[in-house]
């Protein structure tokens, strides 16, 4: 099949709103948010049986735009584009692919940059802290709008993958499976760090405003700054080394100067700049918050990992990437381990790669072979073993 | 290692010793058939383990659950008597640590069942004696450079192991002539080219 059949084609971002006044959505915080508006896209058909709808959850700064166009010449694709498609691994020939912005975002999705209808502004920083569960629970309500009763499957990578966990914990009755990538039970420290330098390089920044930007612009260079650090985060040092080196931008002599000389120093720069063009600063706070509070032991099983786990009714594939250092290989070993003490359906699999926590989003044989397959074999709700 | 009909063989021994419905840990999984074999035939629970990504990957598109890993740390979280059987096939003789290995599928499965190559059979020590040369026949196929087999035993060696550490055995089966499956055979340790054995802790 050349590359264009394989392509989902012309994709629609949708609009759905619940929680509409009186009604409201009731937060983990105990908090309450409506109306709730949520962005989605689906590609694929539902089948009669209304079995064959795979959820996808995307990662800190994804959006609903997983596969496809918005028009003919639009030069990129979705983010996971190389993933789902006709024939691909997340085949829309045979699945209903649903993708929504989460909560919290500014993608489409009701966030701190959407417009408060008590004010008349956007939230800012008067929006509720959001947490994985509230973002689940938003999902929840859209599938339910579009007609689904059980997932076949929920499939998400890094934050995705947490909240793929949190499906399978919070609506066990819901999913038959879940594919976990590169993600964890909670953060480990040193990642709840990175997360804490990001906000304040936000918070820090005097055009911040105490999240009040929005009619400056909204350009927050913090953001960039944050997304700087996250991007070294999501690669590995020898994926650094293969990629960047040392090597420089020009050749010859130092320049004694502090323009950006080494390429790494300008692959950062324009992937900062890049996201201030699509990225919400104060959806970077709250997004990030989100991940920093999740912690399925804690909630779940009073800080008991396999008691958590023990609600899990799902078929469970666990995917990490040897080079992972922001979301380690052991933490999904550790998910695994605990899901087999308990005698469940789970498989684990390590993909020797280069580069880091980011090789989710890179082209992965081996990540396709595991989906497409493990998808394929989801049938019932999983014999424990 | 082997090839495909003679893991066949060994498999369908395996399969026929296992009651149904009964929980299977396979160490050693590879492409996970003896598991597939046993969901199949035995309406088992199976669970895979491999340090491969390929075999896993064969796993996930038979609809097997494995776990990707090292033998030590994957053994080690597991409870005591969690599985009905832990299966050791044709893996034994790779293992760094195969003594730790054998202490510890007795732990946590009720019973273990373990085959590998037996390199006591008539045709290594002929090789040995009247040839000097490492020996080479269908279930040891390598030369001695190449081998992955680097713990070489014999059924006696593995009796012996047993009796030392406090494992029983309960049921001895022997490949003989072109592979076939038996219950008894006389000395099993010249003719069995490979040995089948259901332990467990005494």
């Known amino acids: ?385 | 290692m082997l090839r495909e009909l003679d893991r066949r063989t060994i498999d369908t021994a395996i399969a026929a010793l296992i009651e149904p419905g009964a929980t299977v840990f396979d160490i050693g999984c590879g492409d996970g058939s003896l598991l597939a074999l046993l969901a199949a035939t035995k309406g088992a629970r199976t669970l895979g383990l491999d340090i491969k990504s390929e075999a896993i990957l064969q796993c996930l598109a038979k609809g097997i659950p494995a776990i990707h890993g090292d033998l030590d740390q994957a053994l080690a979280s597991c409870r005591d008597g969690m599985y009905d059987y832990v299966v050791l096939s044709q893996t034994l003789q790779v293992l760094k640590a195969p003594h730790t290995v054998l202490k510890e599928i007795v732990r946590i499965g009720k019973k273990a069942i373990v085959s590998f190559p037996n390199f006591g059979h008539s045709s290594v020590r002929w090789s040995f004696l009247w040839r000097g040369r490492m020996p080479k026949s269908k279930v040891l196929p390598f030369e001695w450079y190449d081998s992955p087999n680097i713990h070489h035993l014999t059924l006696r060696d593995f009796e012996y192991f047993c009796a030392v550490h406090g494992i029983e055995i309960i049921v001895r089966g022997f490949f003989g002539r072109r592979l076939a499956y038996r219950s008894r055979m006389a000395f099993p340790n010249l003719f069995a080219k490979e040995g089948l054995f259901v332990i467990r802790k005494k």
């Open chain 1, 1 to 385: 099949m050349d590359s264009s059949a394989r392509f989902v084609g012309i994709v629609e971002k949708k609009l759905f709103t619940f929680a509409d006044p009186p009604d409201s959505l009731e937060l983990e915080s105990g908090e309450k948010l409506g109306p709730v508006t949520v962005a989605y896209e689906t590609y694929g058909e539902l089948s009669a049986e209304r079995d064959n709808a795979v959820l996808i959850v995307h990662a800190l700064s994804g959006d609903s735009h997983v596969a496809g166009v918005y028009a003919p010449d639009d030069r990129k694709p979705g983010w996971w584009d190389l993933m789902i498609g006709p024939g691909k691994p997340i085949d829309t020939r045979k699945y209903f692919v649903v993708c929504s912005n989460i909560l919290g975002g500014c993608q489409g999705t009701t966030g701190p940059s959407s417009i408060n209808p008590a004010s008349g502004e956007p939230y800012a920083l008067d929006f509720p802290v959001v947490t994985i569960s509230d973002m689940v629970a938003v999902q929840k309500k859209l599938i339910e709008h579009l007609g689904i009763k059980r997932l076949l499957s929920v499939v998400g990578g890094s934050m995705g993958g947490m909240q793929a966990l949190e499906w399978i914990l919070r609506y066990p009755e819901v999913p038959r499976s879940a594919v976990v990538i590169a993600s964890c039970a909670a953060l480990t420290a040193q990642a709840i760090a990175f997360d804490a330098v990001g906000r304040s390089a936000i918070t820090a920044d005097p055009s911040f405003e105490n999240g009040r930007y929005y009619s400056g612009g909204g350009r927050i260079a913090g953001l960039a700054v944050a997304r700087m650090l996250g991007h070294i985060t999501y690669l590995s040092p020898a994926g650094m080394r293969e990629r960047f080196g040392r090597k420089r931008r020009a050749s010859g002599d130092y320049a004694y100067e502090f323009k950006d000389e080494f390429e790494i120093e300008s692959y950062l720069a324009h992937q900062g700049l890049r996201f201030l063009d699509r990225f919400d600063a104060n959806s970077y706070l709250y997004i990030t918050k989100a991940m920093d509070y999740f912690d399925a032991a804690g909630k779940y099983g009073e800080g008991s990992l396999e008691k958590a786990l023990a609600l899990i009714r799902a078929r469970t594939l666990f995917v990490s990437f040897s080079s992972d250092w922001l979301f380690p290989p052991a933490q999904s070993r550790e998910l695994a381990a605990a899901l087999q003490r308990l005698g469940r359906d789970v498989t684990y699999l390590n993909i020797e790669s280069s580069y880091g926590h980011d090789t989710f989003l890179l082209p992965c044989p081996e990540l396709a072979r595991a989906i497409g397959d493990f998808l394929a074999t989801v049938k019932g709700g999983g014999g424990p073993c």
